[in-house]
């Protein structure tokens, strides 16, 4: 079996990283934790403000194309409403829904395979 990375992007209240406490909604969330993670190694993290969170009109086409554009494989989330679902699936990305008050908490649910497809 070859190497596998994955860039994950994880909405965020704030900009602790993995210690940030994990934000509900991707499209409202002021902050991303992007984990890029090998074989699930952590390997990465960075934290991005985001772009989409200030906008007041096509919130979610606007989050899907700034993650795409970030390379991002997976949104992994707590809750995500089915039109942004939409638009990050016709980006080829795929959501994950997962249980964590932390980022941390959120990514290590999505790393042990306790979380489910969205």
């Avoid at 509900?24 to 992007?34: C, D, L, N, V, W």
């Avoid at 941390?104 to 649910?109: M, Q, R, T």
């Amino acid at each position: 079996m070859g190497e596998e990375l994955e860039k994950i992007a994880i909405p965020a209240k704030g900009s602790e990283g993995l210690n940030a406490i994990a934000f509900g909604q991707p499209s409202y969330a002021p902050f991303f934790t992007i984990v890029t993670v090998e074989n699930s190694e952590i390997k990465k993290v960075e934290v991005i403000r985001n772009p989409a969170s200030g906008l007041i009109t096509y919130r979610g086409p606007s989050l899907a194309s700034w993650l795409k554009h970030m390379n991002v494989d997976v949104l992994l989330t707590i809750s995500l409403s089915e039109d942004v679902m939409k638009n990050l699936n016709s980006w080829g990305i795929r959501t994950v829904f997962a249980i964590g008050r932390t980022v941390k908490e959120v990514l290590e649910a999505y790393l042990s395979g306790t979380c489910r497809p969205g």
